[in-house]
């Protein structure tokens, strides 16, 4: 199969459907950051010295001043494509730096290039599929969300690109926030229902889908909203080879795009997305099959993914295995990166170890410390703080256990932070889903206070030991809007075995048509 990969990134799911044969039609990513990533490690080019396979849309900078482009904020990209590199003629196969409101104009005013990209430039069958994750803060239940925010546009744009280029399936991946109703004028807004109409609309049929990650057998708890969309031709020949359960899948969908196919008005109680916690036996008895490789109690762990790192006694090197011979081939070989250890004060240490600590408390014990340690609680009840006394915590003269209670409580208000997200990664259990700044979480060994390294991060969202991260290590201040730096880079990415799982997905659907 073949694909148009929209909001790119750092190449996750690209690197999922590659190694399962797909070709790359086309890409197109915002960020020049991630975009230096991406054609780094896609198509062996380093931009700071050279481009063949990566053009700039539109650029406030000339060809040659390359390091000011890849430090250039996006919101400023010109609108009128002013020192694009695009060649109209020669695009097969290329990574397109720019936006995808931008593109889409683009397109308008090239309809011969809308043809070679409907054709896969001259492929058998025309385009196979156009993929991508637009941009999901505003979507995210861990940010702020906000109805009238432009990132919420963009899948629509990416619904429009789709319009242009008709591919036999789109894929639309983003975070789970998208199905929490937004409010409004007290009305609810279901964004996620919204785009399956858009979709029906232009003429595909809409199955929404929540997937989790680790059931695809990524060390990391990851849930994800993916709506997939076989256009109508499409589905009415695969159809025909559906099993009874794959009709079941397809009946809402189905009744969905006849309701906007006939211009009748449909609520979103009529139409919903399957769930993979909830409708287990539709996965596992479909085409989904492959969103559902590990049974619930036998998910890869953080200690499975990163273990090795540290030299852990008994380490089960199964997961690292799994990916090297997965992504073997796939990619060119290159020197492990991205393991520089990141300096953490004394007083930052002490906290990572307060963490520790927690994970391994009762609920009413690690909630006191909890707020003990944001200073929102001053006395800690007698049986929790028992409990908690018993470990060895690390102070400045050393690991000590507390016996006294006012010594305590004292070492405790010593080291309050108002930080909300930080936690220690537990050992035997998958990584949390907020995983994409050093800040987010510590490493679970008491021998290792300190935040995760990019290779580590990058090994629990399952991306192989040759995938090198490239540009800043990480950013601050107002650069966090718009700069894509390696840590970001990994956890915005779709995980590539959840990309690899998808890509299984597809070829089913398609092998149907044979």
Request: glycine share 6%.
């Amino acid at each position: 199969m073949n694909h148009i990969e929209l909001f790119a990134g750092c190449g996750g799911l690209n690197l999922g459907l590659k190694s399962e044969g797909f070709k790359l039609t086309l890409a197109n990513e915002l960020s020049p950051m991630a975009s230096e990533t991406f054609a780094f490690n896609f198509f062996d080019e380093d931009l700071n010295k050279e481009s063949k396979r990566t053009v700039w849309l539109s650029s406030n900078y000339p060809r040659n001043h390359i390091s000011k482009r890849l430090r250039e904020d996006p919101r400023t990209y010109p609108d009128n494509f002013e020192n694009s590199d695009i060649d109209i003629d020669d695009l097969e196969g290329k990574l397109v730096v720019g936006n995808i409101i931008q593109l889409n104009k683009f397109l308008e005013k090239n309809p011969k290039l809308v043809k070679d990209l409907q054709s896969a430039f001259g492929e058998d069958g025309g385009l196979d599929l156009v993929s991508g994750g637009p941009p999901c803060q505003s979507f995210s239940m861990a940010g702020l969300r906000q109805l009238d925010n432009d990132r919420n546009t963009l899948p629509w744009e990416f619904a429009h690109f789709v319009d242009l280029t008709k591919p036999k399936f789109a894929l639309l991946e983003n975070v789970s926030g998208i199905l929490k109703a937004f409010e409004t004028d007290g009305k609810k807004f279901f964004a996620w229902f919204e785009v399956a109409k858009v979709f029906a609309k232009i003429g595909y049929i809409p199955l929404s889908l929540h997937v989790n990650a680790k059931y695809a057998g990524v060390a990391q708890n990851r849930p994800r909203f993916l709506l997939l969309a076989i256009r109508e031709d499409i589905f009415n020949q695969i159809s025909t080879r559906f099993t009874s359960v794959e009709h079941l899948i397809f009946k809402k969908p189905v009744s969905l795009f006849k309701a906007i196919k006939e211009q009748r008005n449909i609520e979103v109680s009529e139409y919903e997305y399957l769930d993979i916690e909830k409708d287990k036996n539709l996965f596992v008895d479909s085409f989904l099959q492959y969103f559902y490789i590990k049974r619930s109690n036998d998910f890869y762990s953080v200690s499975d993914a990163i273990g090795d790192f540290i030299n852990e006694k008994n380490h089960d090197p199964q997961f690292t295995q799994y990916l090297q011979k997965k992504f073997s081939g796939v990619l060119k070989d290159k020197p492990v990166t991205n393991y520089d250890l990141r300096s953490n004060g004394e007083l930052v240490q002490r906290r990572f170890r307060i963490y520790q600590i927690m994970n391994e408390l009762s609920l009413t014990a690690k909630k006191q410390l909890k707020q003990a340690l944001k200073g929102q609680l001053q006395v800690i009840d007698k049986s929790s703080l028992l409990e908690i006394m018993q470990y060895e915590f690390l102070t400045a003269g050393g690991y000590k256990r507390f016996t006294d209670e006012s010594d305590f409580m004292q070492f405790i208000s010593e080291h309050q932070t108002n930080k909300q997200t930080q936690k220690a990664l537990k050992r035997n259990d998958p990584a949390p889903t907020a995983l994409s700044i050093p800040d987010d979480a510590c490493h679970y060994h008491p021998d290792h206070l300190r935040t995760l390294t990019v290779r580590e991060m990058a090994r629990l969202q399952s991306f192989p030991d040759n995938f090198s991260f490239r540009s800043k290590v990480t950013t601050g201040g107002g650069s966090r809007k718009f700069e894509v730096p390696q840590y970001t880079q990994v956890g915005n990415a779709v995980p590539p075995i959840l990309g690899v799982a998808i890509a299984r997905t597809l070829k089913h659907l398609k092998m149907k048509l044979d």
